[in-house]
Structure formats: structure tokens, C-alpha cells
T-cell receptor, first 114, second 116 residues
């Protein structure tokens, strides 16, 4: 069974604070892909990152960084020096290698206050 | 390059009616996937269309059906609407068929369906 858990329903921070969004997944597949998407109020899902299960290197892209730990089945997302424009709902998702399905978590609503 | 577009933006229907939602894929993309996102939840995969045929389906009943046209645009049809069908319906296009792991999906803004 595939499952993604985002335990944090809502997070509120003040601008310039760092914030980490947690994602824990369950899968029996040895090959799989993990994703993070941002959903602003407009509703469109914006792709942030995709990682495959064989690549545990952490990644940094500007103020965004991701920590993939297979040992704990986690794929956490950190925003450094948050900005008001980062306010959105963030989704973590999991997709098996040979399946068209993409299983999303319930999302974390991030509010960054000025 | 034109992104993924969906129509209509909003729609209100009553229980038992039928609805058709439309999606135009991004230029050059031949595969369309549909997702249902209930309020406060993550999107759920409905099905994918490639070369005008269904290419994978999630856990949705047969009253959810789709079409893909030669220009790769797609329709999602829902018959016998139920109150629980109220949701944001998202369409995503990709360059080729298969899972999103190997084929990045680009999402449209969605159609918000309300069933009364």
C-alpha cells in the first residue's frame, strides 16, 4: 500500500523565519518517486521537486532544501528565510515506478506573516 | 508555450445530473491525467489518457469516464452526480505516458464543481 502522511495541518510563521514541512511515506516498492508541490490560492499545483528512491542526496534550490532519509521514510522540505509569497498549501506525493498513480498527502497550509 | 487550461472554472450542478469538464494539454504533450481534490485534502488520481485510450485508473467508480481527442485535449465526464463529487478537478498533462516519476506532470488551474 502507498501512503503519504503530512502530520502538520497548518503552520504559521513570521517572515524571515525558517520552516520545515514534514512528509513521511509508506511503500513496499523498491523503486519509487517522491514529489513536493505548492498550491497557491489560484488552485494550480506548482511542481517543486522530484526525487527517485535511489538518490538520497539532499538538494538545495535557492531558499528551498529537501532532506530525503530512506531509513525513516521521510522527505522533509525546508524553506529558509520565509517570505509572504511562500504562503500556500504544500503537498508531498509518492509515485511507484511502474504506475501512473500519484498518491498525495493531505497537505500542509503554510502562512507567512509580514 | 501554452500551459494547461481547463474549463469551466466553476460549475454548480444538482444531485443526479451529469457533468463534462474539459482540459487542453500543454503544447507538445500527448498524455492527460485527471485528479479529484476534495476540500482540505490532497488530489486523488482518477485516470490517465494516452493516445485516446485510458492508461491507468485510480479507485473511482465507472460513472467517472473520460475521453481524449486527436489533439490530445481531454474530457472528464461524471454521471449521476453525488454530493461527495463536490471538489476541485485538476487536469495534468505530460510529454508521454507513464507514471509521474519519469514524466513530469504540469497541472492546470482546475474546475471547482459544486453538487447541491
Amino acid at each position: 500500500a502507498q501512503k503519504v502522511t503530512q502530520a502538520q495541518t497548518e503552520i504559521s510563521v513570521v517572515e524571515k523565519e525558517d520552516v520545515t514541512l514534514d512528509c513521511v511515506y509508506e511503500t513496499r516498492d523498491t523503486t519509487y518517486y517522491l514529489f513536493w508541490y505548492k498550491q497557491p490560492p489560484s488552485g494550480e499545483l506548482v511542481f517543486l521537486i522530484r526525487r527517485n528512491s535511489f538518490d538520497e542526496q539532499n538538494e538545495i534550490s535557492g531558499r528551498y532544501s529537501w532532506n530525503f532519509q530512506k531509513s525513516t521514510s521521510s522527505f522533509n522540505f525546508t524553506i529558509t528565510a520565509s517570505q509572504v509569497v511562500d504562503s500556500a498549501v504544500y503537498f508531498c506525493a509518492l509515485s511507484p515506478n511502474n504506475n501512473n498513480d500519484m498518491r498525495f498527502g493531505a497537505g500542509t497550509r503554510l502562512t507567512v506573516k509580514p | 508555450e501554452t500551459g494547461v487550461t481547463q474549463s469551466p472554472t466553476h460549475l454548480i450542478k444538482t444531485r443526479g445530473q451529469q457533468v463534462t469538464l474539459r482540459c487542453s494539454s500543454q503544447s507538445g504533450h500527448n498524455t492527460v491525467s485527471w485528479y479529484q481534490q476534495a476540500l482540505g485534502q490532497g488530489p486523488q488520481f482518477i485516470f490517465q489518457y494516452y493516445r485516446e485510450e485510458e492508461n491507468g485508473r485510480g479507485n473511482f467508480p465507472p460513472r467517472f469516464s473520460g475521453l481524449q481527442f486527436p489533439n490530445y485535449s481531454s474530457e472528464l465526464n461524471v454521471n449521476a452526480l453525488e454530493l461527495d463529487d463536490s471538489a476541485l478537478y485538476l487536469c495534468a498533462s505530460s510529454l508521454r505516458a507513464g507514471g509521474p516519476g519519469r514524466n513530469e506532470q504540469f497541472f492546470g488551474p482546475g474546475t471547482r464543481l459544486t453538487v447541491l
